[in-house]
């Protein structure tokens, strides 16, 4: 009779150990457009949507996919997945196709959207935050995680430049950085304000990298980030950085079985994994820094030099000494900012190399073109 009580109290301890991996509900909004009737259309992102839905499918998510949806097919979606949101635990949504900002809000485009004026994103265009507000509310700290494969160079943009004006300024390239909520974690395919690639294969290299770490069975989320961001910068040469905002209060492994089994080590390897990236996003930022202002100072020079030209044909051969003297005292000054600007390029270029040595990344001229 021991033996027999003693087996259920084991039985029930080891059901009760099990449970919370086995009760938690998983939910995915993925969304890849690529057939738009208003601008040329994408090659990879329906590709991506269908890979990253199978990559999820086999992490236990229930997946709601939408491939090449029309505003009202792309809302009806968002409305769906907010429903499952609520009593879910851990909430996905992807999204590759054309996004935009404008004074720092973000939009998805969906495949009917023509964009002619700024007023049009509020009917063609699905605001993120819209999204993000489903996620977020009512979950407390629940996990809610988001993949941005939308940083693509688009003509909606462009358009809309135009249509703006002056006010053309209050447009961005790329998507802009999101403050999210306790819970969220936000990733794009490239750092803010930058444009991803589409590329040459079936995926994005984003997607390509992402699918594939999904799918491995012992890394944490942050560490399949780390290896997203590595196979994508020697994907592109170094052109692309993936970029995060992690705002989660714990541990998300994609595949439930690394919780329990790799939990001790995880930590860890985790551990040690977020000081080397945080190493490597550090010299990352600090390469990237350094190349803008090298760029900088290139145009300014460019266009201190263009002064110069200007001033010397409009003064032509005058012979009034006084005008001589002050356009020469006048060039003698812009080519004094000149000299320092050139001297700050040279250490610029020696700091861009050493970046460029450390992170194993390919070396550009000065011009920014490839060697």
């Not at 005008?323 to 000149?338: A, F």
């Amino acid at each position: 009779m021991s033996f027999v009580r003693a087996f259920v109290v084991l039985a029930i301890t080891l059901a009760a150990t099990a449970l919370p991996a086995l009760a938690e509900k998983r939910v995915a909004l993925v969304i890849g457009n690529s057939k738009y009737t208003d601008a040329t259309p994408l090659a990879n992102p329906v590709n991506d949507a269908n890979d990253i839905a199978s990559a999820l499918k086999t992490a236990g998510f229930d997946v709601i996919l939408g491939l090449d949806v029309d505003k009202r097919a792309f809302d009806t979606k968002v409305r769906n997945f907010a429903e499952l949101v609520e009593a879910s635990d851990v909430a996905v949504f992807f999204y590759a196709g054309h996004g935009l900002q404008v004074s720092g809000r973000n939009y998805l485009i969906p495949i009917d959207a023509r964009l002619a004026n700024e007023r049009d994103l509020d009917f063609d265009a699905v605001s993120l935050d819209l999204v993000l507000k489903q996620m977020e509310r009512g979950r407390g700290e629940k996990t809610n995680i988001v993949f941005l494969d939308a940083c693509r160079d688009n003509p909606f943009t462009r358009n809309l430049a135009r249509s703006m004006g002056t006010r053309s300024s209050n447009l961005g390239k790329g998507l802009a950085q999101v403050d999210t909520g306790v819970g969220t974690f936000i990733s794009y395919s490239t750092q803010p304000g930058n444009v991803a690639l589409d590329g040459t294969g079936r995926n994005s290299p984003f997607t390509a990298a992402l699918a594939k770490h999904v799918r491995e069975s012992n890394r944490n989320l942050t560490s399949t980030m780390i290896e997203v961001r590595k196979d994508v910068l020697a994907a592109t040469g170094g052109k692309q950085v993936p970029w995060d905002h992690s705002a989660l209060t714990g541990d998300f492994y994609f595949q439930q079985t690394a919780a329990k089994s790799n939990e001790g080590a995880a930590r860890t390897l985790d551990a040690a994994a977020r000081k080397s990236d945080a190493e490597h996003t550090e010299s990352i930022v600090s390469l990237a820094q350094a190349r803008e202002r090298l760029r900088q100072l290139q145009e300014a020079n460019k266009a201190d030099q263009q002064t110069i030209f200007d001033r010397q044909y409009e003064t032509g051969s005058s012979g009034d000494a006084d005008s001589r003297r002050t356009l020469s005292m006048e060039i003698g000054k812009i080519q004094i900012r000149m000299v320092r600007r050139n001297q700050e390029q040279e250490k610029l270029r020696g700091e861009i190399s050493s970046l460029e040595s450390k992170l194993g990344i390919a070396a550009k001229k000065a011009d920014g073109g490839e060697k």
